[in-house]
């Protein structure tokens, strides 16, 4: 295949053809082909032929397959032979949580500073989640907040009225295994911005809220909260975080409990917050 058109024309004879699972390999390699000629030319073609391969590459192959291609693309950014924007394909057309959420905050970490001190990623974020160009925002939403740099809170209150509830509840399963003060914050500011609402829509974001900060403290590598600095592009820096402060949950639940307190109090649905402080300031007897 020597032209785009012959990639185009050869992959459409693959993907109307596609009858048997022995054939998993070659839509494989065909996915692989495409990424990296995309890599060398950027044809819109291209990009729409690899959204119609991977929709098939979801409906056919396990998700361990899946997570395979996605890390030879991620070895592929590391060795500098792709660039993070090929991210944005498993962002965009991914249906596993964990494929599509990786993706995200390997998006984020492996772009430049932008001259806002955002991550030049974030704007291809914001563009994939405000125009619904993937098929699950709620991964992609709940990712960008788990990574932890405040520097990203005004794009994310940009995004969250493009996501449904549904989004949202999604985007609290969102965890990495490592706690971070911005993350933590962002879920409070929500919640506390929704609860006094009586709306079905603001009561379901609560809880999700609510969920995402139970789900922190449960799934946390280690009892520690962190407050970080992200040095961008992360292949530039080692480290590339870096840590202002950390607190272990102890000291973190007395900081935030006069935070859960006020919501708890002004949650006019069920009192979801209840369960937030008993899992947060349990020394302080709340």
Same mark, same amino acid.
């Not at 030879?72 to 599509?100: K, L, S, W, Y």
């Not at 994939?128 to 740099?149: K, M, N, S, Y």
């Not at 639940?253 to 300031?281: D, N, Y």
């Given at each position: 295949?020597? $032209?785009?058109?012959?990639?185009? !024309? ?9 009858? @048997?699972?022995?054939? =998993?390999?070659? *839509? ?14 950027? @044809?819109?073609?291209?990009?729409? *032929?690899? $959204? ?5 590459? %979801? ?23 792709? &660039?993070?924007?090929?991210?944005? %394909?498993?962002?965009?057309?991914? &249906? ?10 390997? *998006? ?7 001259r806002s001190s955002l991550p030049v990623g974030f704007?291809?974020? *914001? ?16 990712? !960008?907040?788990?990574?932890?740099? =405040?520097?990203?809170? /005004?794009?994310?209150? &940009?995004?969250?009225?493009?996501? $449904? ?5 999604? !985007?609290? =399963?969102?965890?990495t295994g490592y706690v971070h003060h911005a993350s933590?914050?962002?879920? /409070? ?15 379901? +974001? +609560? ?6 900060? %139970? ?10 909260? &962190?407050? /970080? ?13 870096? +840590? =202002? ?42």
């Open positions: 295949m020597e $032209t785009i058109d012959d990639l185009v !024309a050869d992959s459409c004879v693959l993907i109307d053809g596609y009858l @048997d699972p022995a054939d =998993r390999e070659q *839509l494989y390699n065909r996915i692989w082909h495409c990424l990296r000629w995309q890599q060398q030319e950027s @044809d819109n073609r291209i990009a729409q *032929l690899i $959204t119609k391969l991977y929709h098939l590459f %979801v409906r056919v192959m396990p998700v361990e397959q899946r997570r395979m291609i996605y890390q030879a693309a991620r070895h592929e950014v590391e060795r500098r032979n792709f &660039t993070p924007a090929v991210f944005c %394909v498993f962002m965009q057309n991914e &249906t596993d949580e964990g494929i599509a959420s990786t993706a995200t905050v390997d *998006l984020l970490a492996y772009s430049k500073r932008d704007k291809a974020l *914001l563009n994939i989640i405000e125009h619904r160009l993937c098929r699950i925002p709620g991964a992609l939403f709940g990712a !960008a907040v788990t990574f932890g740099d =405040r520097n990203l809170f /005004i794009g994310l209150d &940009t995004m969250a009225p493009h996501l $449904t509830d549904r989004d949202i509840h999604m !985007a609290a =399963r969102m965890q933590l914050q962002y879920w /409070i500011s929500i919640a506390r911005r929704m609860a006094s609402r009586e709306d079905r829509v603001a009561q379901s +974001v +609560v809880g999700s809220c609510a969920s995402a900060l %139970v789900r922190y403290s449960e799934s946390a590598f280690q009892s520690v909260v &962190t407050d /970080i600095e992200r040095l961008y592009p992360a292949w530039d820096f080692n480290p590339a975080v870096s +840590v =202002r402060q950390q607190w272990d949950f102890e000291e973190y639940g007395r900081l935030v409990e006069p935070q859960l307190s006020a919501i708890h109090a002004a949650e006019v649905g069920e009192k979801v917050f209840g369960e937030v402080i008993k899992v947060w300031c349990r020394s302080s007897g709340a």
